[in-house]
């Protein structure tokens, strides 16, 4: 009955190989780093896309709530618990971290959505130059130095386990009835609000979700790199997170999967070419978006992620 | 409790203004169970944001409305629809990248009672076939009547008690028009209250049994639908002659 036995087949052989592949030495230290980034910027691609995509509201600036969830975690790992606690507390570490993020999301949210349009876009950006200043003037956790000391307790295994869990959640919340809202708020605000949408709360709500995850990323890239600044968090990286929403397609989980991985991998192969990377990089977006305005998936799904009953909806169409 | 003979709706002295400009200037009306009560009025006469102020969509500035033996200022919009006030607003506001089935599923979203939901998506599709055989369209791909007629089907699935329709013919084909008109005698009949906003004032006092025409803000004529195709000044100015 069931036609996606092979699904959580597949999802738990990637995870045996997540763990085995590093293990093994079969992948090297430098593949296995890109692969790690390539997942924290699922993560944050998913996350941003909730808003940005599902819900079409324009934030630019994802980077901040990353910031937090990064400086909390680390803040964490390294003067709270014991160096050796380190790979126990990990998950609860990056939730909290997660949860830094959240709050500061629902500060942002409060008064952003208390108005409509283009404010959100204005607020998030201050947002992010406010982070980044703050955390340059906290001399106690390194400036604009930046803080060290974190272990790498970041692993393939664990980014895999986090990109899953965001691809999940982000999933069923936006196929949930709660979920249905946030798309009715995109299309049009007065009729969502027409069929009984309590359209800011479900903004709020998404909103806090959508920098619930970038906080996690956060957490995952400080202990992957175990040394972070104020300046890996400017509207820069924020730019970045917008550009592989748009290049995989808004309103698109696959999409997002899609872009954050080709932008990441891409400018990565591009890497020989120095300086030159980020004039190829732009140029090749450029070009896609001429010819593909709507992102690589542009609102579609792939069949996996879609709901049993959207999936048996499609085959009665074209039967 | 409210009072037997109390109205369903009863809109009274409503001001709205948008910025320094009155859009009210302190209407009053009602709308009692069961009847279907027009609005007419040429642009501009503030037929839609009486509408809006019903539906709690815009700030009133003085007045009151109260529905139900409710004073809607309390509410907010969604809260508005649960209450039992549908609404399907001027310009349809579907939902165009959804398909049409999705658009109803999107108004069932406040509503619990499952059953009753899925007797509704048949009540929808009875009155509009049409619907039915376009269920899995993008809403965005329909034609104007078709819209049209997902507009009110989605406003029907919110099963208010009293609904409210925003220029239902505007943009349609005379045929699609009288289609439209009949679904609503339909629906009415079936016992739902309708206050309908037209600038088709032909179309719309023949189904109606009560109107009101509404001149810059200000409630001008009054009466039933046979005493308002009767006078002169609404035939002059509405019914052409």
Known sequence: MNRRWWLPLILALLFLL?????????????LQQVLMYVGINIILTISLNLVNGYMGEFSVGHAGFMAIGAYISSLLTVWVFPKSWGPFVFPLVLILGGLGAALAGLIVAFPSFKTRGDYLAIVTLAFNMIIKSVLENIEAIGGPRGFMGMSKLTNVAWVYVWVLITIFAIRNFVFSAYGRGILS???????????????????ILAFVISSFFAGIAGGLFAHVLQFINPRSFTILKSTDVLVMVYLGGIGSI????????????????????????WVVGPLLLVILMVTRPRGIMGLREARWLLPAEEVQADAAVTS | MMTPDAPLLSVQDLVVSYGNIKALRGISFEVHEGEIVTLIGANGAGKSTTLRAISGLIP???????FDGKDLRAYPPH??????ISHAPEGRGIFGTLTVMENLKLATYARRDKDEIQKDYRRVFDLFPRLEERKNQIAGTLSGGEQQMLAVGRALMTRGRLMLLDEPSMGLAPILVQEIFRVLQEINQAGTTILLVEQNAHMALQVASRGYVLETGSITVQGTTQALT????VKEAYLGG
């Open chain 1, 18 to 30: 997540s763990i085995l592949l590093p293990h093994f030495g079969i992948l090297n230290l430098y």
């Open chain 1, 254 to 277: 696959m999409g997002s999967i899609l872009g954050a991985s080709i932008y990441t991998i891409l400018l990565e192969l591009l890497r020989p070419l120095g300086v030159w990377r």
């Open chain 2, 230 to 233: 009767k006078d002169p000044k």
């Open chain 2, 79 to 84: 809260r508005i629809v649960e209450l039992g």
């Open chain 1, 185 to 203: 708020i995109r299309e049009d605000e007065v009729a969502a609000e027409l069929v009984s949408v309590n359209t800011r709360q479900t903004k």
């Open chain 2, 60 to 66: 009133i500035e003085d007045g009151r409305i109260i």
